[in-house]
């Protein structure tokens, strides 16, 4: 079978469901065994959205000061102080505080919304497991198993 480039979710998405099933050893009827929970969720985890470590703000905001081109541009700063362009070393510096700022708060935001999507998602889920369903914790999910969903139900994985 053509491998096809990408991350995981894109090849699965190509497969037509028969091949997805066999894929992931389910069967669109009985689901999952719970070998194949047990295995499944070792290799893979919880389904969970994962957030970076607590940092606290100025830590974050100093993190900003990583980046090569940011440090180049400090540098270009320094340089500019030393040979006697005053004007250009403020300008410069003045630039990388723009940009640093710009970029702590777009993280900053990037971080607030991830954590409302996890809020979003669904804790509890109905699926097919062992031919029976199952109302289990979303978290729990491994792929490969099948999802019962009812009209207003928002998709948990």
């Known amino acids: 079978m053509n491998q096809a480039k990408g991350t995981i979710c894109v090849r ?12 992931e050893n389910s069967n669109s009827v009985t689901g999952l065994d719970t070998v194949s929970i047990q295995q ?14 607590d940092e606290t703000l ?3 905001f100093l993190g900003q000061f990583n980046d090569p081109l940011i440090l180049l541009l400090f540098g270009s700063s320094i340089l500019s102080l030393i040979i006697g ?8 510096t003045l630039a ?5 700022t710009v970029g702590f708060v777009q993280e900053y935001q990037s971080d607030k ?6 809020q979003l998602v669904p804790h509890g889920c109905r699926c097919i497991r062992e031919g029976h369903i199952h109302e289990i914790d979303a978290k729990y999910l491994v792929p490969g198993d099948i999802v019962d969903l009812s009209m207003g ?5």
């Not at 139900?153 to 994985?157: E, I, K, L, M, Q």
């Open 40 to 53: 499944k969720t070792t290799i893979h985890g919880l389904n969970e959205i994962h957030i970076g470590e």
């Open 113 to 118: 919304a991830l954590e409302e999507l996890n």
């Open 153 to 157: 139900d928002r998709v948990p994985a």
């Open 12 to 23: 699965s998405s190509r497969l037509s469901v028969e091949e997805a099933l066999h894929q």
């Open 96 to 100: 990388v505080v723009i940009v640093v």
């Open 85 to 92: 362009q005053t004007e250009d070393a403020i300008s410069i």
């Open 58 to 60: 100025f830590m974050k």
